[in-house]
C-alpha cells in the first residue's frame, strides 16, 4: 500500500524570468507531519501558493492519493482536501466567524440562495469544537484578538475534513506566528490530534517547534529543497545552519555587542503609571543605550503599557518622564516630538503606509533630515532612501516600490528604517519586532538594535520569545494581570534563565 | 479588556439587534435628538398631516438609498442613478396610459420600467467587473447613457401618465399611510431579507472588507459584484417609477439631486465608503435624519437662504458622532 | 469560467430584451418630433437666414425655429436651422462653417452660457455677417462695443412679468389671502427678479399675506416636497402658490392633488411650459397663470432685425444703445390668451413683430 498521500514532483515556477522554484519535490505520507522551513525568499510562500490552487506551476506536477492532479481555483485544491491555514491572515473581518469558516463552500448552510443561520452556526460550532475553542460562530472576526483569528483560520482548513473524500492534508503556514504560551500548546495538542485522521504541513520560522513537531523537516533555499532530515537525526543548529547556509553561533543575539550602561543618564523614567483595567503601578527607569525587556503572555497588560508609552492611548495616573521633564502624551503626535519611536507588531496595519513608496514610508515620521524649509530635497531623500535600502538590506526592486508589494520582513525594515532615519529619535518601543520574520532577518534587526543602543537611544522591547528577551534586554520587567511580578538585571554575562520568568508570567 | 469580553456578546441581546439593523448609536441618536427638538420647537411638526408628508418625502429617498448601499458595502459607487430615474420613469410612462401615444399597459408599464433600472445595473455591472474600469468611472457614463435615452424618449415635453389608478398609487394612501410609503417599506423589507439571507448580500459584505481573501476561497467575486449593481439599479429604476407615480409625468430631471442626497443618506447612516460595514437598516436612519432635517427646518421657520448651511452643519455633527463611535472598530486590535 | 460565460451569454440575452423594450418606448414618443425646417443656403436672396439653437426636441427652440420660419415666407426665403444640443464647442464651430461658405448671413441665436457669446459675435463679425443674440451676455459686454455686426442684444427682465403674473395669483384669490412662494436658485438672475416682482405686487395688495418662501431650486421634485412642507406647517392658510417657474408650479400642484386641494387653491408659474400651458386651457386645476417669452417672436422679430441690417434696411451705426441692448416685453399667458401661445401665430400676426423689432422695447439692459 502506498503511503504517501500528496507529492510534488520536480516543481518549477518563475515570475518574469525570476525562479522562484526550481524543481522541488517533497512527499507527504499518511499521519506525517512535515516541517518546512527557509529563509524569506526560499520559495515556501511559492510551493504553499501552488498546493493551494493560487499559482499554477511552470514544470513539474502534483500527486494526490497517487493520482495526478491539477488545482486551477482555491476551490480544486480544498475539494482534493487541502486545508490552507494562511500566514497572512486570511479572514474577512467583516463577517461573522461562521460565514468565514465556510465562505464559498457553505454546503447545507445555504439552501438555494438563502442562508439558514441556524444550521451554519452548529456547521461552524462543530469546526470550532474540534479545537475546543471558545470562540462564538455568529462573533465578528473584527472583535477577535490576531491570535482568536489565527485559531478560526485553522478552524476553517479543518472544515475540509468533511468536504473530501481522502483524509485530509492541512497546511500551516507560520502558524504560531502570532501565538503565545497556552494558545501554543492549543495548536500543538489540535497538531497530535490532527495526525490520527490527517497529515500536515508545518511550515515556521521557529526552529524548535519545528523540531519538536515534525517527523521529518525539509529545508528549502534559494528555491531549492537543500535537505530533508528525520527529527531524531538533527538539531537546531544544524537545521539553522543548513537554512541560513552559515554557521549558527551564539552570535545570533550579538550579545558580545551589548555595552554597559552603568552611569548612563537616565532617558525615560515612568513611575507609578497606571491605566484603568489594562495595568497598575508600574515603574521602570530607561537609560540611555540600555533595552528594557517587557515580558508577560497575552493579558498581561505589556502591550497596553507599550501603546500607552507611545501616546497612542491615555493613561488613568502616574507620569512619564524625559530627561527629567513631564509628558503629557496624549497622542503619537506628541510622541514622535519629543523623539519615542513605536514599532508595532502588527506592521500591516500601523507601521507601514501601502500604496505609498518604500522611500515615502522611510521619511513619513520624520522629514526632516532631507527637507528645506517645508520642501522635500529630492535629491538628498533619494540619496538617504538608497543608504538605508542598502544598510538595512531591504529586498526591494527600488526606492519607489510601494511597500505593499515587499515580503513582511522587508516591510519590518522599512518600518525600522522609518525611525532610525530620525535625528530626534530618544526612545524606541519596539512591539514584537521580529515577528514572522525569518532567521536571517532576525538577525538584522537584532544587529540594529545594538546600534541603536551604541548611538544612545533606549529601547523598550516586547520580544516574541523569552530567548529574545534575555538575549536583548538589559532589564526585564514580567508582568502579569497588568502588574510588575518581578524584575532581572540582565547585563552580560548575568543573564537569567527562561525558566526565572516564567514563573512570573503564569 | 478580557478574553471572554471580545469574544461572548454582552447581555442584553435585544439592543445588540437593534444595533446591527440600525447601526452603533450616533445616527440614531441624532435621529431621536433631531425628532425631539422638531416637535418641541415645531407644534406643526408631530402631526398626522406632516407625518404623512414625511413619509412621502421619505419613500423615494429611502428606495435609491436602499440600493446604492448594496454597491457601497461593496467598496464601490454607482453615480448613475440619476439617469436611471430618468430613463425608467420615461420608460414606465410612455408604455402606460399616457398623453403621447396610444399605449396602456397598466401594471405591465411598471414592471418594464423597473426592468430598465435592472438593466442600467446589469451593464454597470458587466462593465465594471469584466473591463475593469472603476465603477464611478463606468456609472458616469452610463448615468450620462440614461439621461441621453431619457431625453430621447422625453421629445421636448415631459409625457403625462393618464392612467389613474397607477396615478393614485403616486398620492393615494391606505388608512393614513400614503402607498407611496408602503412601497418604500416593501422595498425596505425585501432588501434588509436579502441583504441577511442571501449570498449576495453576505457576499457583498465579505467583498467589500476583503476581496482578496473571499478570491481565495474560490467565490466567483464577478457574479455577486454584478448582482449587487443589478439590485442598485432596479432600487433606482423602483425610485424612477414612485418618481413618475407621484409627479405624474415622466421626466428628464426627475432624479435631480437623488445622488447626492443618496449617498449622503447611506454615509450618514453608518455605511463607510471603503465597503464591507453596514447595512440597509442603517440607511433607513440616514434617509430619515435627511428627511426630517429638511422638513423640520422648513416648519420653524429657518430662513432658506441659511437652510443649506445648517443641513450641512447638522450633518457633519452626526457624521461626527457616528465616527466617534466607529473609532474604535476602525482601530486595529492591540 | 465555464459557468462564468454561461452567466455572461444570459446577461447579454436580458440585455438586448431589454434594449427592445427600451427602442419601443422611443418609437412611440417619436411622433412629437418636429420636421426639422429649411433647405440649403442657396437660395433666391444674397442673404442667409439662420437661426441658431439649442434643439429642436424641445417646444420652446421649436417654437422659436417656427417664428424663423415665419420670417423667411415673408421674404420668400428659407431658414437653416443650427442646432447645437447645448454643446457650447459645436455651437460655435457651426457658426465658424457659415463664415467658410462666403455668403452674407443674417443670425439669430441663443447662446449656451454669457462666455460663449463674445466668441460667437467675434466670429460672425470676422465673417462679415450680423448677428442677434438672446438671453446669455457677458454684463459689461455690449454690442456697440464690439461691431456693427453685432446689430443686438435682447432680453427679458422677469421684474414686471412677475408683478403682473402675482396680480393674476391675487385677483383669482379675491384680492386677499395667504400665499406661498416656492423660488428658484437663490442666487439666480431671473429667480431674483421673479421675485422681486411678487414683492412688488404684494406692496400693492394689502391683502394678500406672504406666509412662506422657500426655494425649490427649479425643480418639480423639490417643489413637491417644499409644497407638502407648507401645507402642513401653514394648514388652511394657504389660498395660493406662487412659484418661480412652471416646472415647480407642477410639482407644487402634484402636493395639493395628493392633498385633495387641486382646483380649490390657485397655481401660477413662469415659463410657459406646455403643460403649464395645457393646465390653464383646461382650467380644471386652477393653474391660473404663467409667463411667456413668447419663442415665436423671438424666432420672427431676432432674426428679422439681423436680416434688416445686413439687407441695409437699417444703419445699425445710428441704432441707440437702447435699441442694441433691450429688454423686451414679456406676456403673462392667462385663460384668454393661452390659445395664442399653443400654436404658431398667423402669417399676418406676426407680420407687425416683422416689420418693426423694436416694438416690445421695455428698457435697455443696464
Given amino acids: 500500500m502506498n503511503d504517501v498521500v500528496l507529492e510534488v514532483r520536480n516543481l518549477r515556477k518563475e515570475f518574469r524570468g525570476v525562479v522562484a522554484l526550481d524543481d522541488i519535490s517533497f512527499e507527504v505520507r499518511r499521519h506525517e507531519v512535515v516541517g518546512l522551513i527557509g529563509e524569506n525568499g526560499a520559495g515556501k510562500s511559492t510551493l504553499l501558493k501552488i498546493l493551494s490552487g493560487v499559482y499554477q506551476p511552470d514544470g513539474g506536477e502534483i500527486l494526490r492519493m497517487g493520482q495526478t492532479v491539477s488545482f486551477k481555483t482555491a476551490g480544486d485544491s480544498a475539494a482534493a482536501g487541502i486545508g490552507m491555514v494562511h500566514q497572512e491572515q486570511s479572514l474577512v473581518t467583516s463577517v461573522s466567524v461562521a460565514e468565514n469558516i465556510f465562505l464559498g463552500e457553505e454546503g447545507r448552510g445555504v439552501r438555494g440562495g438563502v442562508f439558514r443561520w441556524g444550521e451554519l452556526r452548529r456547521m461552524a460550532q462543530a469546526q470550532l469544537d474540534k479545537i475546543k475553542s471558545p470562540i462564538l460562530p455568529k462573533a465578528k472576526v473584527e472583535s477577535l484578538t490576531f491570535a482568536e483569528r489565527q485559531m478560526v483560520e485553522l478552524a476553517k482548513a479543518l472544515s475540509v475534513e468533511e468536504r473530501a473524500e481522502n483524509e485530509p492534508v492541512i497546511v500551516l503556514d507560520e502558524p504560531t506566528s502570532v501565538l503565545e504560551g497556552d494558545e501554543l500548546e492549543v495548536l500543538f495538542e489540535q497538531i497530535e490530534r490532527l495526525r490520527k485522521f490527517a497529515s500536515i504541513i508545518f511550515v515556521s520560522h521557529r526552529l524548535d517547534e519545528v523540531l519538536r513537531i515534525s517527523d521529518r523537516v525539509y529545508v528549502f533555499k534559494d528555491g531549492q529543497q537543500v535537505a530533508v532530515r528525520n527529527r531524531n537525526e538533527v538539531d537546531t543548529d544544524e537545521l539553522h545552519r543548513l537554512m541560513v547556509g552559515r554557521e549558527s553561533t551564539s552570535e545570533f543575539y550579538h550579545e558580545g555587542a551589548q555595552l554597559s550602561v552603568e552611569g548612563n543618564p537616565v532617558l525615560l523614567e515612568v513611575s507609578g503609571l497606571s491605566k484603568h483595567k489594562a495595568f497598575e503601578d508600574v515603574s521602570f527607569a530607561l537609560r540611555a543605550g540600555e533595552v528594557v525587556g517587557i515580558a508577560g503572555v497575552l493579558g498581561s497588560g505589556r502591550e497596553e503599557l507599550s501603546r500607552v508609552l507611545f501616546g497612542a492611548e491615555p493613561f488613568s495616573s502616574g507620569t512619564i518622564e524625559l530627561d527629567g521633564r513631564g509628558l503629557p502624551l496624549r497622542s503619537p503626535v506628541e510622541a514622535v516630538k519629543v523623539g519615542i519611536g513605536y514599532i508595532p507588531a502588527e506592521r500591516r496595519i500601523e507601521g507601514v503606509a501601502q500604496g505609498m513608496s518604500v522611500q515615502e514610508n522611510i521619511f513619513l515620521a520624520d522629514p526632516s533630515t532631507v527637507s528645506r524649509g517645508p520642501f522635500l530635497d529630492a535629491r538628498k531623500a533619494a540619496a538617504e532612501a538608497d543608504r538605508w535600502v542598502k544598510g538595512l538590506k531591504i529586498k526591494t526592486p527600488n526606492r519607489q516600490t510601494d511597500v505593499a508589494n515587499l515580503s513582511g520582513g522587508n516591510q519590518q525594515k522599512v518600518v525600522l528604517a522609518k525611525w532610525l532615519s530620525s535625528p530626534r529619535l530618544r526612545v524606541l518601543i519596539l512591539d514584537h519586532p521580529t515577528r514572522g520574520l525569518d532567521v536571517g532577518a532576525k538577525e538584522d534587526v537584532y544587529r540594529f538594535i545594538r546600534e541603536l543602543c551604541a548611538r544612545g537611544i533606549g529601547v523598550v522591547l516586547l520580544a516574541d520569545t523569552l530567548e529574545e528577551t534575555i538575549a536583548l534586554s538589559h532589564t526585564i520587567l514580567v508582568m502579569r494581570d497588568g502588574v510588575v511580578q518581578n524584575r532581572f538585571d540582565a547585563h552580560p554575562g548575568n543573564k537569567p534563565k527562561p525558566v526565572d520568568l516564567v514563573e512570573g508570567m503564569v | ?334 | ?366
Fill in chain 3, 1 to 366: 469560467m465555464r459557468i462564468q460565460n454561461n452567466w455572461t451569454k444570459r446577461a447579454l440575452g436580458i440585455m438586448a430584451i431589454s434594449a427592445l423594450t427600451v427602442g419601443l418606448a422611443a418609437c412611440s414618443s417619436a411622433s412629437d418630433e418636429q420636421n426639422v425646417p429649411g433647405g440649403g443656403a442657396e437660395s433666391t436672396g444674397e442673404v442667409a437666414l439662420v437661426q441658431g439653437i439649442r434643439s429642436l426636441s424641445n417646444s420652446y427652440h421649436a417654437n422659436w425655429a417656427e417664428g424663423g420660419d415665419l420670417f423667411g415666407a415673408s421674404i420668400g426665403q428659407d431658414v437653416v436651422v443650427l442646432s447645437d444640443e447645448g454643446d457650447s464647442q459645436k455651437q460655435l464651430s457651426l457658426v465658424k462653417g457659415l463664415a467658410a461658405k462666403g455668403q452674407v448671413f443674417a443670425l439669430n441665436i441663443d447662446p449656451n452660457t454669457s462666455s460663449d457669446t463674445e466668441a460667437i459675435v467675434r466670429a460672425v463679425t470676422e465673417a462679415g455677417g450680423y448677428v442677434v443674440t438672446q438671453w446669455n451676455k457677458p454684463a459689461d459686454l455690449n454690442p456697440w462695443d464690439v461691431s456693427d455686426n453685432w446689430v443686438a442684444h435682447i432680453s427679458f427682465d422677469g421684474t414686471g412679468s412677475g408683478t403682473e403674473v402675482s396680480q393674476a395669483l391675487f385677483d383669482d384669490m379675491g384680492g386677499e389671502g395667504g400665499i406661498i412662494a416656492i423660488q428658484g436658485i437663490l442666487d439666480n438672475v431671473p429667480a431674483k427678479q421673479r421675485f422681486a416682482g411678487l414683492q412688488a405686487a404684494l406692496e400693492a395688495n394689502p391683502g394678500i399675506e406672504l406666509l412662506d418662501d422657500q426655494t425649490a431650486n427649479w425643480s418639480r421634485t423639490e417643489a413637491l416636497a417644499v409644497t407638502q412642507t407648507l401645507l402642513a406647517k401653514h394648514g388652511d392658510k394657504v389660498k395660493g402658490v406662487w412659484a418661480a417657474n412652471d416646472e415647480m408650479a407642477l410639482g407644487a400642484l402634484e402636493a395639493l392633488k395628493a392633498a385633495g386641494l387641486a382646483g380649490k387653491i390657485p397655481v401660477i408659474g413662469f415659463d410657459a411650459v406646455p403643460q403649464a400651458l395645457e393646465e390653464i386651457q383646461s382650467g380644471e386645476n386652477r393653474y391660473v397663470a404663467t409667463v411667456s417669452t413668447d419663442p415665436w417672436w423671438q424666432g420672427a422679430a431676432g432674426l428679422s432685425l439681423a436680416y434688416q441690417a445686413a439687407s441695409g434696411a437699417i444703419d445699425v451705426s445710428k441704432l441707440t444703445h437702447e435699441q442694441r441692448a433691450f429688454y423686451a416685453q414679456q406676456t403673462v399667458v392667462t385663460t384668454e390668451n393661452v390659445t395664442d401661445f399653443l400654436a404658431a401665430p398667423s402669417a399676418e400676426a406676426i407680420q407687425v413683430d416683422i416689420d418693426d423689432p423694436f416694438a416690445r422695447i421695455v428698457s435697455a439692459i443696464n
Fill in chain 2, 1 to 334: 479588556m478580557s478574553r471572554s469580553d471580545l469574544v461572548s456578546s454582552a447581555p442584553g441581546v435585544d439592543l445588540r439587534k437593534i444595533q446591527r439593523l440600525f447601526g452603533t448609536g450616533g445616527p440614531l441618536v441624532a435621529l431621536v435628538v433631531l425628532v425631539a427638538f422638531f416637535s418641541l420647537a415645531s407644534s406643526t411638526f408631530f402631526t398626522l398631516g406632516n407625518g404623512s408628508s414625511l413619509l412621502t418625502q421619505l419613500s423615494i429617498l429611502l428606495v435609491v438609498a436602499i440600493g446604492l448601499t448594496f454597491v457601497i458595502i461593496l467598496g464601490s459607487l454607482d453615480l448613475s442613478i440619476e439617469g436611471v430615474m430618468a430613463s425608467s420613469s420615461l420608460v414606465f410612462v410612455l408604455l402606460a396610459a399616457n398623453d403621447r401615444n396610444d399605449s396602456d399597459l397598466g401594471f405591465l408599464a411598471v414592471i418594464a420600467g423597473v426592468l430598465t433600472g435592472s438593466l442600467f445595473g446589469l451593464l454597470n455591472g458587466v462593465l465594471h467587473v469584466h473591463l475593469k474600469i472603476p465603477s464611478f468611472m463606468v456609472t458616469l457614463g452610463t448615468g450620462a447613457i440614461g439621461i441621453g435615452i431619457a431625453t430621447v424618449l422625453f421629445g421636448g415635453r415631459a409625457p403625462r401618465l393618464m392612467d389613474d389608478s397607477l396615478r393614485d398609487l403616486g398620492f393615494g394612501s391606505l388608512g393614513g399611510i400614503p402607498k407611496l410609503a408602503i412601497i418604500a417599506v416593501i422595498v425596505l423589507t425585501i432588501a434588509l431579507l436579502v441583504q441577511r439571507f442571501t449570498r449576495v448580500g453576505r457576499y457583498g459584505y465579505a467583498i467589500g472588507g476583503d476581496e482578496q481573501v473571499m478570491k481565495l476561497s474560490g467565490v466567483n467575486i464577478n457574479r455577486y459584484k454584478v448582482l449587487s449593481f443589478v439590485l442598485t439599479g432596479t432600487a433606482s429604476g423602483i425610485a424612477g417609477v414612485m418618481a413618475a407615480l407621484q409627479l405624474g409625468v415622466g421626466d428628464v430631471t426627475i432624479g435631480g439631486g437623488y445622488l447626492f442626497t443618496a449617498i449622503t443618506a447611506v454615509v450618514l447612516g453608518g455605511t463607510a465608503l471603503v465597503g464591507g460595514i453596514g447595512g440597509v437598516g442603517r440607511t433607513l436612519v440616514g434617509a430619515a435624519i435627511i428627511t426630517v432635517l429638511a422638513n423640520g427646518l422648513i416648519l420653524i421657520g429657518v430662513n432658506p437662504y441659511v437652510q443649506v448651511a445648517v443641513q450641512g452643519l447638522v450633518i457633519v455633527l452626526a457624521v461626527a458622532v457616528t465616527g466617534w463611535s466607529l473609532r474604535k472598530r476602525v482601530r486595529a486590535i492591540k
